[in-house]
């Protein structure tokens, strides 16, 4: 039997799309490989958020091809609808295939399946979408786009791509981004959760402009995963003995603002529309959907993933304090202190309205993990815009930061600011900030000693010198080591007694 194996790169939201790629390729009867060097079809969902991510794509293609150059090669994900020339000039690389067509993969690379006694691999070939294309025509009929956002401004990333290139020695099936429905969304697992903590993407795409970011040109708009399908596939992982689910998005603030107010459920995929507690056939949000899983399923603890600082309203604070079954857990995206610099990024807040909402989930919930994405190096920032970052975090009670260097993307308005930072300037700028936010971490970990816990057993055992442990990770986002060997997928409530090597100890 033909094996396909998926390599993911990037953010959760990637992940989640693998997960989803996988179901593809296994419902046309192939089956998973352990490697790259056992598959017959490598499927690399790719990231373009930095260029570090498009080098780490370009490497793996090599690294692939060096491995097992009998294998078939598919470039989708973010990179793949950026550049898919840039990609399909690649040696090696059989198939491209952007966002707006990642929901078809499997189906266009391998457009018939004989189930007995194995599966043909028939990959599209220039020449079969040659004779059976018109002119200028998709395989779905459609005419190509330039990829242009809806209200054509002109920050726009000018992506001119057809569907199919057959000029091309790869095949290649890119469209309009903005013109894309659909959300691939299936339950994702990491090595070490495998067995625990799935994260399902209820949430893709993205209505903001940001002046650095390419993700929108790259997701498209903002949709969402109907409230139905959410409700179904929540219950299928608890019915399966998952005990935490973690929810996610690209903007997961932004859930249901795209569905209609009536009939939500038959917008997105036929089915039966959900009414959500308090918002009967009305406005529907990220609220409503947290109190939907609440009220619909038996899960134990329900995790929020990242959600924009405006997005974090007084009723979903007031929510995840309240419920026990919610960890206390809030990731804010911050990016910069600077009110000079939010303004240059077009972000939609300013330092004042950020700070308020850290102090206002600080007091709601005082043993919660409050975390945040900074970005240093963005074009013109100066020593005293930096200042303002490095402050602001002091200030505010953030138990861990993920810091980024800004990285031009091709396009994008922030490319083209005039003043760019050097680079050992950024990278000495995020040094600073990583060492600040591993030292909150520590004395928000500290505070802990001597204090009882609630975390979940991962599937990692593991020594040190105090012995055997296996890692757990608490309601609140810390990493744990609890002595002896226990059961995966089992909460547990614990004293802490030590704090080593950024987790804490127990037992």
Known sequence: MPQFFVEN?????????????ERQFE??????????????????????????????????????????????????????????????????VDLVVGNSHKHRVAEIAIPHVDCAPEVQLNFVSLERLAGTMNEGQSPEGLKPHSLLPPDGTAEAVPFHKT??????????????????????????????????????????????????????????QSRSLDPGRIIREINTLVNAGYKEVVISGINLGRWGKDLPTTHAGTAHGGTAALDLPGEPGSVRSLVAVVRAILAETKLEKLRVSSVEPMDWTDDLISLVASSPRIAKHAHVPMQSGSDSVLRRMHRKYRP????????????????????????????????????????????????????????????????????????????????????????????????????????????????????????????????????????????????????????????
């Not at 790169?9 to 790629?21: E, K, P, S, V, Y």
Request: charged fraction near 25%; hydrophobic fraction near 40%.
């Open 9 to 21: 790169f990037g953010c959760r939201a990637t992940q989640a799309d693998g997960a989803a790629l």
């Open 27 to 92: 419902e046309r009867g192939l089956t998973p490989a352990t490697s790259p060097a056992q598959a017959s079809v490598v499927i690399l969902n790719t990231c373009t958020v930095t260029s570090g991510a498009d080098q780490d794509a370009r490497a793996a293609i090599r690294r692939v091809r060096r491995q097992n150059p009998e294998a078939r090669i598919i470039v989708t994900g973010c990179y793949a609808q950026r550049a898919p020339e840039e990609i399909a000039a690649l040696p090696g």
């Open 163 to 220: 569907i199919c290139d057959r000029n091309s020695e790869s095949a290649i099936f890119v469209s309009d981004i903005f013109a894309h429905t659909e959300l691939l969304a299936a339950p994702v697992f990491d090595a070490a959760n495998e067995r625990t903590r799935p994260n399902l993407k209820i949430q893709d795409g993205c209505d903001n402009r940001c002046s650095f970011c390419v993700i929108p040109y790259v997701r498209g």
């Open 352 to 507: 004042c309205h950020y700070r308020e909402k850290i102090e206002t989930i600080r007091a709601a919930m005082p043993t919660a993990a409050i975390g945040a994405d900074v970005m240093v190096g963005f074009p013109g920032e100066s020593e005293e815009e930096f200042e303002s970052t490095r402050k602001m975090i002091e200030d505010l009670p953030f138990t861990y930061l993920h810091v980024f260097t800004y990285s031009p993307r091709p396009g994008t308005a922030a490319a083209n600011i005039p003043h760019q930072v050097p680079v050992h300037l950024a990278r000495e700028r995020n040094r600073i900030l990583r060492e600040v936010g591993a030292e909150k971490k520590l004395a928000f970990m500290r505070s802990f000693l001597g204090r009882t816990v609630e975390a979940i057993t991962l599937n990692v055992v593991g020594s040190d010198c105090g012995g055997e442990f296996t890692e757990a990770l608490t309601d609140n986002y810390l990493k744990l080591r609890l002595r002896g060997k226990h059961e995966a997928n089992r909460w547990q409530r614990t004293p802490v007694t030590d704090v080593v090597s950024g987790s804490l100890v127990s037992g």
